[in-house]
């Protein structure tokens, strides 16, 4: 008996937006372990255009990166890294989640994400991801902004060891990251200076940061300011004069942190820790627009302009 057909974007090459196609495959069963989970929302991440166009600097990371997601062309061809969705099938041996569970997660290398189905294992790894319950009060567009975004910062910004107090700047305050990183960084305690450009201020001022700076307008923080960490949240690939001065204006003691240094770590742990945050109200992702699954060649287009606010999910389910 052939399996039924689901939706899915595949990509049998590298390159442009134009590479994805939206297709029929068969659905996926649960092989021992696994749970199957029917996709409501993905996103379109850095990870996806990153993984789509093959393209990572510096060029001595490009060999390693094939190795692991394809070294001529994507080994797994149903890209997609984020997912939210609804458990609609468990495996005998999976003790985690029941049908009717509502999940949220990464799926690592082996992607799969753009689709209506996609089984996962319940443990986490590098190569097969992670997955946790979805917050209540999102919605699972949402909800994808918040696991990667909120992922990325809790990991980056408790590598500054944050104390009440402390000083802290978090360059590129408007991306899925760095809003996260703003919100999570005052329930620390901290005073919190965001830089974004002139069209953000106000959202970056709403999330509670005490001050904002403009990229495209300041060239260098207040004379005498001293930051114990500046959190680079938009990657070495994107700066301006402000990040090479606020760079340079750490307190004695004080950290930079880029979230280009080592690994995203695909932690159900740290998803779940994110997940109470944002039932009790210290943590709120932004979306910043949702794409029909059609739509995906324009949504990839969108993300790699560079100037997303918060995430850009897309709609399946
Ligand atoms: N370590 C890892 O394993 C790992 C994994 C995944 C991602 N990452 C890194 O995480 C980064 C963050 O991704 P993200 O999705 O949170 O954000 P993002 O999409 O990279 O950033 C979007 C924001 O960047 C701002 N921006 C654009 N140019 C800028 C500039 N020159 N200076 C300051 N801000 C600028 C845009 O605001 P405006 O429109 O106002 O310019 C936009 O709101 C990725 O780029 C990647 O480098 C690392």
């Given at each position: 008996m052939?399996?039924?057909a689901?939706?899915a974007v595949?990509?049998?090459?590298?390159?442009?937006?134009e590479v994805?196609?939206?297709?029929?495959?068969p659905?996926?069963?649960?092989?021992?372990?696994?749970?199957?989970?029917?996709?409501v929302a993905s996103?379109?991440?850095?990870?996806?255009i990153?993984i789509?166009?093959?393209h990572?600097?510096?060029i001595?990371?490009q060999?390693?990166?094939?190795?692991?997601?394809g070294?001529?062309?994507?080994?797994h061809p149903i890209l997609?890294?984020?997912?939210?969705?609804?458990?609609?099938?468990?495996s005998?041996?999976?003790?985690?989640f029941r049908p009717?569970?509502?999940v949220?997660?990464?799926?690592?290398f082996?992607l799969?994400a753009?689709?209506?189905?996609?089984c996962m294992?319940?443990?986490?790894?590098?190569?097969?991801?992670?997955?946790?319950r979805?917050?209540?009060?999102l919605t699972?567009?949402?909800?994808t902004?918040a696991?990667y975004g909120?992922?990325?910062?809790?990991?980056?910004?408790?590598q500054?060891a944050?104390?009440?107090?402390?000083?802290?700047?978090?360059?590129?305050?408007?991306g899925?990251?760095?809003?996260?990183?703003?919100q999570?960084?005052k329930s620390?305690?901290?005073?919190?200076?965001?830089?974004?450009?002139?069209?953000?201020l106000?959202l970056v001022?709403?999330?509670?940061?005490?001050?904002v700076?403009?990229?495209t307008?300041d060239?260098a923080?207040?004379?005498?300011a001293?930051?114990t960490l500046?959190?680079?949240?938009?990657?070495?690939?994107k700066?301006?004069?402000?990040?090479?001065?606020?760079?340079q204006?750490l307190a004695?003691?004080?950290?930079?942190?880029?979230?280009?240094d080592?690994?995203?770590q695909?932690?159900?742990?740290?998803i779940?820790?994110?997940?109470?945050?944002i039932?009790?109200?210290?943590?709120?992702?932004v979306?910043?627009?949702?794409y029909p699954?059609?739509?995906?060649?324009?949504?990839?287009?969108?993300?790699?302009?560079g100037?997303k606010?918060?995430?850009?999910?897309?709609?399946?389910?």
């Amino acid at each position: 008996m052939t399996s039924p057909a689901m939706k899915a974007v595949v990509s049998d090459r590298y390159g442009p937006p134009e590479v994805l196609r939206v297709v029929d495959v068969p659905r996926p069963s649960p092989k021992p372990g696994e749970v199957r989970i029917r996709i409501v929302a993905s996103a379109v991440t850095a990870s996806d255009i990153f993984i789509r166009s093959a393209h990572v600097t510096p060029i001595l990371l490009q060999v390693p990166f094939r190795l692991m997601i394809g070294v001529t062309k994507p080994r797994h061809p149903i890209l997609g890294f984020v997912f939210s969705g609804v458990v609609d099938e468990v495996s005998v041996q999976a003790r985690r989640f029941r049908p009717g569970d509502a999940v949220y997660g990464m799926t690592g290398f082996r992607l799969g994400a753009y689709a209506e189905y996609r089984c996962m294992i319940e443990s986490d790894s590098r190569r097969h991801g992670c997955l946790a319950r979805k917050p209540a009060n999102l919605t699972h567009e949402e909800a994808t902004a918040a696991v990667y975004g909120g992922s990325l910062a809790l990991q980056y910004v408790d590598q500054g060891a944050i104390r009440p107090g402390d000083d802290i700047l978090v360059y590129g305050a408007s991306g899925t990251s760095g809003t996260i990183a703003v919100q999570y960084a005052k329930s620390l305690g901290a005073h919190v200076t965001g830089v974004c450009s002139t069209h953000n201020l106000d959202l970056v001022a709403s999330l509670g940061a005490d001050d904002v700076l403009d990229y495209t307008r300041d060239q260098a923080p207040p004379p005498g300011a001293h930051y114990t960490l500046v959190l680079d949240s938009v990657g070495r690939l994107k700066s301006s004069k402000l990040k090479t001065a606020c760079k340079q204006a750490l307190a004695p003691g004080g950290r930079y942190v880029s979230i280009d240094d080592g690994d995203l770590q695909l932690s159900s742990e740290r998803i779940d820790r994110l997940t109470t945050f944002i039932e009790s109200g210290v943590l709120s992702p932004v979306l910043g627009r949702t794409y029909p699954l059609g739509e995906i060649v324009e949504a990839h287009r969108f993300v790699e302009g560079g100037h997303k606010r918060g995430g850009v999910a897309v709609s399946i389910g």
